[in-house]
C-alpha cells in the first residue's frame, strides 16, 4: 500500500510537501533548479512543465507574486501536488494540471511565458533500459512519456524572443541540450555543472536558455557535498 507523508519542503521556512513514503519524493535536482531561476522584475508567467508533486512551483512561490502554472502527467503524483499546493494556501498563484505537455495547447490557448522550467525524465529507453516496477518512477526517471526534443520544442513555442527556459538534466547528456538549443532557437546562454563528491566528475547540469540569443555560453562548475549549505548559492550566479 502507498503510504503518502507530509514532509518539510527541504529547509523553506512554512513549506511542506506531500510525498509517498519509500518510493516518490521530490528530489535534490528540483530544489537545484528552482534556485537557480532568476525572477526578474518584469516577469509575469511563468511555466514548470514535468511538475512531479510541485516542488518547483512551491520554491518560486517564495521569489515572486506571480502566476505560475505547471503539468503533471501522472494521476497519483498530480494528486500530491494539488495537496501539496492546497496545503501551503497557494491555490489561488499555482495552477496544476493533470496532462500531457504534449497537449498543452489544449488548456493554456497559446500563452506565452516569461519562463519555463523542466526537471525532465533523465533516461532514454532502449532494449538495455533497466525500467523500475514502481510505474510512477518508471515514468519520472524514463523517456517513456516525453523526451528532450519534444519538451525544447514546447519550451520554445511558448516563449517569446528574450525569454528564458531552464532546465535541470543528467551532465553527460550535455551534448544533446545544446544542440536542441540550437535547433529550437532556445541557445545555451548559462551551464552551471554540479559536482556531489569533489573527486567525482559533475554529474548534474543546469542550464538557461533564452529563445532568439545570440550564441555564447558561459559555464561554470560548483560542488556540493553538505545539502544543508548549497540553499541560495546561485543568486548572483544567472
Not at 507530509?6 to 535536482?29: A, H, V
Not at 534556485?35 to 521569489?63: F, H, M, R, W
Not at 503539468?71 to 495552477?95: A, H, R, V
Amino acid at each position: 500500500m502507498k503510504q503518502e507523508v507530509l514532509n518539510d519542503l527541504f529547509d523553506y521556512e512554512n513549506l511542506k510537501i506531500y510525498q509517498i513514503r519509500g518510493n516518490f519524493k521530490f528530489s535534490l535536482d528540483s530544489i537545484l533548479l528552482a534556485e537557480y531561476v532568476k525572477v526578474k522584475q518584469d516577469t509575469n508567467y511563468i511555466l514548470d512543465l514535468c511538475s512531479g508533486n510541485a516542488p518547483i512551483p512551491l520554491i518560486l512561490s517564495t521569489k515572486t507574486n506571480k502566476k505560475i502554472t505547471a503539468f503533471e502527467i501522472q494521476p497519483t503524483i498530480y494528486e500530491l501536488g494539488i495537496k501539496s499546493i492546497n496545503f501551503n494556501k497557494l491555490d489561488k498563484q499555482i495552477t496544476l494540471y493533470n496532462a500531457d505537455i504534449k497537449d498543452i495547447d489544449d488548456y493554456i490557448n497559446n500563452q506565452k511565458y516569461d519562463i519555463i522550467t523542466c526537471n525532465p525524465p533523465y533516461f532514454k529507453v532502449n532494449e538495455n533500459s533497466i525500467i523500475n516496477d514502481f510505474s510512477e518512477l518508471a515514468i519520472a526517471r524514463h523517456e517513456i512519456k516525453i523526451d528532450l526534443d519534444n519538451i525544447f520544442n514546447i519550451a520554445s513555442s511558448h516563449l517569446d524572443d528574450g525569454k528564458e527556459f531552464y532546465l535541470v538534466h543528467r551532465a553527460d547528456r550535455l551534448d544533446e541540450i545544446i544542440n536542441l538549443g540550437y535547433t529550437y532557437n532556445l541557445n545555451v546562454k548559462n551551464i552551471m555543472l554540479i559536482k556531489t563528491k569533489c573527486d567525482k566528475d559533475p554529474t548534474i547540469t543546469l542550464v538557461r536558455c533564452i529563445k532568439g540569443s545570440n550564441k555564447g555560453v558561459k559555464i561554470k562548475i560548483k560542488s556540493i557535498e553538505n545539502l544543508k549549505s548549497y540553499q541560495h548559492i546561485f543568486e548572483e550566479d544567472v
